[in-house]
């Protein structure tokens, strides 16, 4: 394949923790690693053309870590934020709940599930309901009540429900083959279930795992609605899905998949195979517009797709490998995508912001340094409680970083109003 253009950062803005206070590092140039060639045959994305003469210095952004939570005794696997709250899931099955924006002196939480020893892998949340994805296979339902101080999380189901299970049992043509001499009914999960994602307005809860399928779940009853077997050749480690109903799911076998279901069929058909990864997908993450999709893996990269919507197909539009964004110089283990920021958590210990261009392009805003070991899992929301006081000036963001060194840290990503524009 020709080269394409390449996604190469500005200058990063890194930041570092010690153990008794946040500091800055000054501004730094990327390039002792933009040289890393983790995919030879993809140069990265092209970088926003600067504004700025050579003498002068880009608006800084401001960027500190507001608390650092380790109140788990093992890895912070999962995370998710909901209403005034952050779930954190871990690697020995705590679920906790905590206050949005904690202080590292007042950081309280809730304990949601302890004690069955399965890593939770993924969590959401819908309404006042919280779905967690294990390690044992199995996804469980909890009830968040908030107006009482007892019973705050109940455990209420645990899928497939125990009247699913009993609805297929029946029938032969509901089992398939897990092993060679061993069947359950199609909607059991048999692996680690990697990946948990609501549809927009709620009415489905979609599933991957590491048996090579993923599931559709209505919410209101909890119903298995669909099972896609051998999606693909490997284990599935993310899923996305867009407003307009495509699901992309990456995996083990170095493959993206794109499926759609059309008004006329029953089931979800594969619309394409992305195929650019040198190595496991780990991670892939969606613009608010659903038009770019970002993708990591151990290969070191982050591949940005954007829809062509001249190229048509029996599923419609399709993604077209735009580039890499490079700079880590580990494996990719997990990626979130808000307004025009893409955050990316290796096993290189850092966290980077990377902005999105109204031309296109790319710039790596921040490098934020503070885990001890890999980045397992993020989030970011929009600051809305800690308004900047000129807010005119430009935009205040949240990151939520867990990693296997046992830490929640919560960061603050202040973007000028100048950069966003650019």
């Keep these: 394949m ?6 190469c950062p500005l200058p990063c803005q890194t930041i570092s923790e010690s153990p008794s ?9 990327d390039s002792s690693t933009s040289s890393l060639s983790s995919q030879p045959s993809l140069p990265s994305v092209p970088s926003l053309t600067s504004p700025f003469q050579q003498h002068e210095q880009p608006p800084a952004t401001h960027h500190h870590c507001l608390a650092s939570l380790s109140a788990h005794s093992s890895y912070v696997s999962s995370l998710a934020v909901a209403g005034k709250f952050l779930f954190t899931g871990s690697s020995n099955s705590e679920i906790r709940a905590w206050s949005l924006v904690p202080t590292e002196e007042t950081s309280t939480y809730n304990l949601v599930a302890t004690g069955n020893g399965a890593a939770v892998k993924s969590l959401v949340v819908l309404g006042d309901k919280l779905f967690s994805a294990h390690q044992d296979h199995k996804i469980r339902i909890w009830k968040i009540n908030n107006n009482t101080s007892e019973k705050r999380y109940e455990s209420i189901a645990s899928l497939p429900t125990i009247n699913d299970r009993f609805i297929r049992c029946f029938s032969a043509d509901n089992y398939v083959q897990v092993r060679r001499h061993k069947k359950r009914t199609w909607v059991h999960h048999v692996d680690t279930v990697s990946a948990l994602v609501i549809s927009r307005g709620g009415p489905l809860l979609y599933s991957a795992s590491w048996d090579r399928t993923f599931k559709i779940w209505r ?14 050749d490997d284990a599935i480690n993310a899923l996305v899905v867009s407003d307009d109903g495509f699901i992309y799911t990456g995996s083990a076998d170095k493959k993206i998949k794109v499926w759609k279901k059309h008004a006329e069929e029953k089931k979800h ?6 195929e650019k990864h040198k190595s496991a997908v780990n991670a892939l993450a ?18 940005v797709w954007e829809r062509d919507y001249n190229v048509t ?7 077209v490998l735009k580039g890499a964004l490079r700079g880590h110089n580990k494996a990719i283990l997990c990626l979130a995508a808000l307004s025009s920021l893409v955050c990316s958590g290796s096993a290189d210990n850092t966290i980077r912001i990377w902005k999105r261009g109204n031309e296109k392009g790319y710039s790596c ?17 929009v600051d809305r409680d800690n308004v900047i006081e000129n807010s005119e000036t430009g935009t205040s963001y949240l990151v939520y970083s867990g990693g296997l060194d046992c830490d929640i840290k919560i960061w603050q990503i202040w973007v000028p109003i100048f950069l966003q524009n650019l």
């Design 313 to 319: 197909g029996n599923g419609g539009e399709h993604m």
């Design 21 to 29: 206070k946040f500091q800055y590092n000054c501004l730094q140039s």
């Design 219 to 232: 919410t209101t009853d909890f119903r298995c609605l669909e099972s896609v077997k051998n999606a693909h």
């Design 269 to 274: 058909s594969l619309v394409a195979t992305l």
């Design 2 to 7: 020709g080269l394409l253009p390449c996604l």
């Design 286 to 303: 969606l613009s608010s517009d659903g038009s770019v999709l970002y993708s990591g893996a151990c290969d070191r990269s982050i591949l």
């Design 365 to 381: 805003l921040a490098v934020l340094e503070g885990h001890k070991r890999p980045v397992k899992c993020l989030t970011a929301v």
